[in-house]
T-cell receptor, first 112, second 114 residues
């Protein structure tokens, strides 16, 4: 059974204080790992897809990395508008096309 | 603008009542999904459909039903058999046949019990 564990559950940062969010996964074969951002009362917004170990992707203050067992979402010099819940999901090889397994999410709060 | 529209935004269900949540997309996506989100829980898959007139149960299908009569539409019915329906329901879609394509989400329907 595919599993995704995200840590910590919640993270409070001061504006400008860089940190990382962790996503550990267990999957028979990884087809892709996805990061989403979710604001309260809204649907998840797609951020990144990572396909293979060693891959990195960046968007503004966010950088996602991938190893064979986990992914990190690094947030550099965060701003209050980065406050949101960040979701990680995996898609397994051999499963139904596009079926995703999600973690519980990490709630990030950035104080001004 | 292309996207996924879920309606209504808020819905209230009485005991013994079936309610239907709407999901419409104009992204020309083949696959559509329904997820349930509870506080402190990850998204859990209820049903998914990869082609018109075909759909499969997800991990928590009991008490729910769906139909896929049109490519653009994938309504979810929460039946009276679902004893704990209070949750945030999310619809998503994506293209098939192209690996690694992300799912795109609507803005959800929040269902509560009266």
């Amino acid at each position: 059974e595919d599993q995704v564990t995200q840590s910590p559950e919640a993270l409070r940062l001061q504006e400008g204080e860089s940190s990382s969010l962790n996503c550990s996964y267990t999957v028979s074969g990884l087809r892709g790992l996805f990061w989403y951002r979710q604001d309260p009362g809204k649907g998840p917004e797609f951020l990144f897809t990572l396909y293979s170990a060693g891959e990195e992707k960046e968007k503004e203050r966010l950088k996602a990395t991938l190893t064979k067992k986990e992914s990190f979402l690094h947030i550099t010099a965060p701003k209050p508008e980065d406050s949101a819940t960040y979701l990680c999901a995996v898609q397994a090889v051999g499963g139904a096309n596009s079926k995703l397994t999600f973690g519980k999410g990490i709630t990030l709060s950035v104080r001004p | 603008d292309g996207g996924i529209t879920q309606s209504p935004k808020y819905l209230f269900r009485k005991e013994g009542q079936n309610v239907t949540l709407s999901c419409e997309q104009n992204l020309n996506h083949d696959a559509m999904y329904w997820y349930r989100q509870d506080p402190g829980q990850g998204l859990r898959l209820i049903y998914y459909s990869q082609i018109v007139n075909d759909f499969q149960k997800g991990d928590i299908a009991e008490g729910y039903s769906v139909s896929r009569e049109k490519k653009e539409s994938f309504p979810l019915t929460v039946t009276s058999a679902q004893k704990n329906p209070t949750a945030f329901y999310l619809c998503a879609s994506t293209t098939t046949g192209v690996t690694y394509q992300p799912q795109h989400f609507g803005d959800g329907t929040r269902l509560s019990i009266l």
